[in-house]
């Protein structure tokens, strides 16, 4: 197998356990707005909805991590990184991913494991109301989400091996980006003349890595 | 090594390797694992039971479990759904043509469209790019200086992340343990005070000096106003309500003009009456809902507890010694009643004068501004009322934003798709870097940095300004190289305790970091919507103009920080009144 094809397999696995994951932020406008009909409108409050919400949302977020790294979304100091030759940038990612990240991310794949565990043992339920849900399954949400962050973590590092290799990066899958929004916006105006659409779309993305490294990368060629 | 040495290093460390732009929350759980592990370190157990596992999972667990923080995904999707929603472009058509008689009126309008803007969302770098394309090459066309212009763009684009409801407030929130919504409520006077001062600039600037901002030509500031209602005024009366109130009950002549579809219809003048009583229902609707909140319903607090007593069956206790709030101070009255009257005579001129061109103009900013306001407006308003929680107002309006798009036509099953993906990444990315923070700053303080740090500040006797000064030049100085996220989860952490022996109040201190930061994203040569303006500006201009440009702005977000600080009860006004001590 190749290992364009390797990386984007655990990219693939990542994004679509992230975009899976990422429904439940429907979920929980949801069961929000309800309970706030319920409760203000109805009076009728439901006890167990503060331990529903939690796990929507920490569900939601832990899942999405792995998601997130495999995007490159995770916010990172880059105003000297971006600025960096490639290989440099590989050289630096590869060295701290064995430092920080594998410790890190195998430290809570372990302590939570073991916490997890704990929970799974005495069937724990939440302190949260008298009689409250279970908690475990949600505690076992620790341990996979560290296991999902931690294999996009080995792809990154192949990732950087290859562009130390290469002196180059080697390509992300497609993805929705902050910046879309202009594309978005544009292309159906009524008011901006059609050539500074065409030009502002076109270049969005360029624009905002630009921005990124504060023009430390070079001036936009124009 | 000692421990506390060992916290700083671990404090320069970070430092280090966020520079090497390694991905942040990482950082920070690596190095809080390994600092952690060092001063759990105990040779009587096996590595294995460490407690610096514990400590990690129950700062994982709770940062899932944040009631906090859990407003995030749903404020970040709201602000996604209405920026892919809202058409920006028509917003600066309409408020443009409103503003059409001030001076300056593009930059004018440019200013509003971001301060709208900033309320929907906070993503600097889209907004100034945005504006760049609809706002910056018509200002130029029009003769504005290049200076002005691309001040108000930079300027205005940094709004965002300071005007609620903003997630920069909410992770604040989260850091400094203080309530979101008395942090709104603070945010909300600098928000809209900024904006307000940058306005003044501009106007003041331009009426001074005419020649930075030509008056646009009478074809861009023509009202596009369809034909029938052009005769529909020569048959009535110049008066649009005056004609239309007429054409209601003789709607006889009127039904007879030609429209672009068949001909006039009663729907049509019902229409166009009720958009030409949407200013006065607006000033109206904004007068009896503070009568409402003042008088009314404060007044209804006391008796609901008192009745709640009666219910519970204790007749003895529930006398009459139950508390009755005084009401509002007659002052209030006074002003309610000068400002009402103001009001009314505004208006009164306002119809005397109107003509088909405003009623135009009003149904163009109706259909443009309105939802989007409506929206904000009863978040923001619910929130700071107190009515609902945070979490509770986000999750309505996220769903808010959705039936608006779905209402503008403008959401679809794509669009839909990118907000959620969109908000899930976002999420994932503050609320890891917040699970990494906790880990690290929890380390930190148990290896003895924080206490050291406390020690060397406390011994420099400082006086309260010099530590205000001081703490406000150090995140200032930070906001050149990071992100808001990195300064508020990792550097703000360790100002915070020491603001209690100071007697500075967080809340105060915080909203002054948030206008801090608006100064350190303008400040050249770092600033960050600079660059995203030169990537769509035309060639000839230059980033130094762009630069010069920002100065000024940046100079009143410090004056504005000053008037902050020599008057905090401009500041904490609103939440003491909303929420009280």
Known sequence: MNVQKFLHTIDGISTWVGKAAAWLIMALMFVVCIEVFKRYILNAPTAWIFDLDNMLYGTLFMMCGAYTLAQNAHVRGDFLYSSMKPRTQA??????????????????????????????????????????????????????????????????????????????????????????????????SEYVDEESRKIAIERAKEIDEVARQRGMGGELNQ | ??????????????????????????????????????????????????????????????????????????????????????????????????????????????????????????????????????????????????????????????????????????????????????????????????????????????????????????????????????????????????????ALISPGKALALPAEKGNVTYGMIVVNFIAALVPFMIVAGTLALTWWYVVIHQQKGPEEVFQGVQQLGQPVAAGPSAPVDDGPPVAFFWWFGGIAIVCLLWQFRYYARITIDRLQVIKLLSTSIMPLGILTVVVLAVILFGITTATESAGVGAAGAFLLALQARTLDWKRTKEAVFLTAKTTAMVCWLFVGSALFSGVFAILGGQALVEQWVLSLNMSPIQFMILSQAIIFVLGWPLEWTEIIVIFVPIFLPLLKHFNIDPILWGTLVFVNLQAAFLSPPVAMS?????????????????????????????????????????????????YGN
């Open chain 2, 1 to 246: 090594m000692s421990d506390p040495a060992l916290g700083l290093l671990m404090l320069c460390l970070i430092v280090v390797v966020i520079m090497m732009g390694f991905p942040t929350a990482f950082t920070l759980m690596g190095l809080g694992m390994m600092f952690g592990f060092k001063a759990f370190y105990d040779p009587s157990h096996s590595f294995a039971d460490n407690k610096v596992f514990d400590l990690m999972v129950q700062r994982t667990y709770g940062a899932m479990t944040n009631d906090v923080l859990i407003s995030i995904p749903l404020f970040v999707l709201m602000g996604y759904v209405m920026e892919r929603g809202a058409l920006v472009d028509k917003m600066f058509y309409s408020i443009q043509l409103a503003f059409r008689k001030v001076s300056a009126s593009l930059a004018v309008a440019t200013l509003i469209v971001c301060t709208f803007w900033g309320i929907a969302s906070g993503l600097v770098g889209a907004v100034v790019v945005l504006m760049g394309v609809i706002a910056f090459n018509p200002m130029l066309k029009a003769g504005y200086d290049v200076k002005l212009a691309a001040g108000v763009i930079t300027a205005g684009g940094t709004l965002g992340i300071l005007i609620p409801p903003s997630v920069m407030i909410i992770v604040y929130a989260a850091v400094a343990g203080q309530s979101v919504v008395k942090l709104y409520a603070s945010a909300m006077f600098p928000g809209f005070f900024l904006s307000f001062l940058y306005l003044i600039y501009i106007v003041g600037w331009a009426m001074i000096n005419p020649k930075i901002a030509p008056a646009l030509s009478e074809a861009q500031t023509r009202v596009p106003v369809p034909d029938w209602l052009t005769r529909f005024q020569s048959l009535y009366s110049r008066n649009v309500l005056v004609g239309l109130g007429k």
């Open chain 1, 91 to 188: 050289f630096l990612d590869l060295v701290l991913y064995i430092v920080f990240f594998i410790p890190g991310i195998a430290a809570l794949i372990y302590a939570g494991w073991s916490y997890a565990a704990d929970s799974w043992r005495i069937l724990e339920h939440s302190t949260v109301t008298a009689n409250g849900p279970p908690v475990y399954h949600f505690k076992t949400v620790i341990p996979i989400a560290g296991c999902m962050v931690i294999l996009q973590g080995i792809a990154e590092i192949v990732r950087a091996a290859v562009c130390l290799k290469t002196g180059e990066w080697p390509s992300r899958l497609h993805d929705v980006a902050e910046i879309d929004v202009i594309e978005e916006q544009l292309a159906h």
């Open chain 2, 530 to 578: 600079a660059f995203y303006l030169k990537g769509v500006a035309p060639k000839h201009v230059t980033l130094n103009q762009i630069f010069n440009g920002m100065m000024p702005y940046m100079i009143i977000v410090i004056i504005c920080m000053v008037i902050m600080y020599l008057w905090p009860g401009l500041t904490l006004w609103l939440p003491n009144y909303l």
